[in-house]
């Protein structure tokens, strides 16, 4: 005998979808870079943030990566750009103040007046909460905000002069590739704009990732010393002799070796020279002296432990060839602006986020 069938009330009744039971989740907004382009520019910088932010990076699987938004003060028209050729940005001003990184590459012209529009757009940008990003001379748009005023920044060393001179409030340091103020960052020559990009990459993202950029852009993550190795020494001044040979094989072995003790002795040994001849030849190929690298690179080393979330900070300090953590810990402040206490807090957090 067929069952009869179940009464009405028995048989539930399907599942009503409210806004409760289901919740959509809607991707995170990418972070957008904007990015200055003016009449007259030269463009190797804006070609730098663009390889940085526009490129679209496979190798990084699903990771969300920047939006990026090229500039101007007249968009659409026809920018002239050093070199003989012309370019035309989509986005004007007011892309820029809206963007969460904004970069100014060189001005053409350092020390000339910089137009109030993009004055005013820049600090817009920055009352949101915008990070402001300098390349070379475009410091100059940075000061002509007053943001700048009282706090530490850098230029191309040619223009340094001009910026102290124009904006004394400003605390010019000619011998660095970049300076971090949170919020507002500068950097050096035209290069520099690499490893500050890639910097702002490590603060966002990580070392891996960072790496990672820094491995397609075939550079270093990070790179020692600072402007002087250009000041001080004369293109012709150094070159492929035997001393510099020497030097060069010498700084791999120590790279090798970081977490033993790296005195100038050792390691003019290792490059098989007399230590007063090592300190002349190393300072003049480095800009730096031997020991001041050593510990530089140490610290760079430091850097992925700290961020793996692994071991004491007096573990890492030991790992990397420190003899004690308070030289460890001086030595990091000095180098990075923070502590490696507070470095590691930040990392955690950015590990989070993603």
């Known amino acids: 005998m067929t069952p009869a069938p179940a009464p009405l009330a028995a048989i539930p009744a399907p599942h009503a979808a409210t806004a409760v039971d289901v919740e959509i989740k809607k991707p995170a907004p990418a972070h957008v870079v904007a990015v200055l382009a003016f009449d007259g520019m030269a463009p190797f910088e804006l070609g730098v943030v663009v390889e940085v932010f526009g490129l679209s990076r496979p190798e990084l699987g699903d990771m969300p990566w920047y939006e990026l938004r090229v500039c101007s003060a007249e968009p659409g028209r026809d920018l002239r750009v050093v070199g003989g050729f012309t370019l035309r940005a ?24 910089i137009a109030e529009p993009l004055v005013d757009a820049l600090r817009t940008a920055h009352a949101r909460g915008a990070r402001l990003v300098s390349i070379c001379s475009g410091a100059f748009a940075l000061a002509a905000t007053g943001l700048l005023d009282g706090r530490r920044a850098t230029t191309h060393w040619r223009y340094a002069r001009t910026l102290s001179e124009r904006h004394p409030a400003i605390e010019v340091d000619p011998d660095v590739l970049y300076v971090d103020n949170g919020d507002v960052l500068t950097s050096a020559g035209s290069a520099a704009g690499i490893d500050l990009c890639l910097y702002l990459i490590r603060a966002d993202h990580g070392a891996a990732v960072a790496n990672t950029v820094a491995r397609r852009f075939v550079v270093p993550p990070h790179r020692e010393g600072g402007q002087a190795q250009f000041i001080e020494a004369a293109v012709g001044e150094i070159g492929p002799d035997a001393a510099d040979d020497g030097i060069a094989r010498s700084m791999t072995w120590a790279m090798q070796r970081l977490y033993t003790s790296l005195s100038v002795a050792v390691l003019a040994r290792a490059a098989n020279m007399s230590e007063r001849s090592y300190l002349r030849h190393f300072a003049r190929r480095n800009g730096v002296s031997p020991i001041r690298w050593v510990i530089s690179q140490r610290i760079s080393a430091s850097l992925p432990l700290l961020e793996s979330g692994e071991g004491t900070v007096d573990e890492v300090a030991a790992a990397v060839g420190f003899d004690a953590t308070a030289t460890y810990r001086h030595h990091f402040t000095r180098q990075m602006r923070t502590t490696p206490t507070a470095y590691r807090k930040a990392f955690v957090r950015v590990a989070a986020r993603s």
């Open 90 to 113: 989509e986005h004007g001003l007011e892309a820029l103040a809206a963007a969460d990184t904004v970069i100014i590459p060189g001005v053409s012209t350092p020390g000339s007046p």
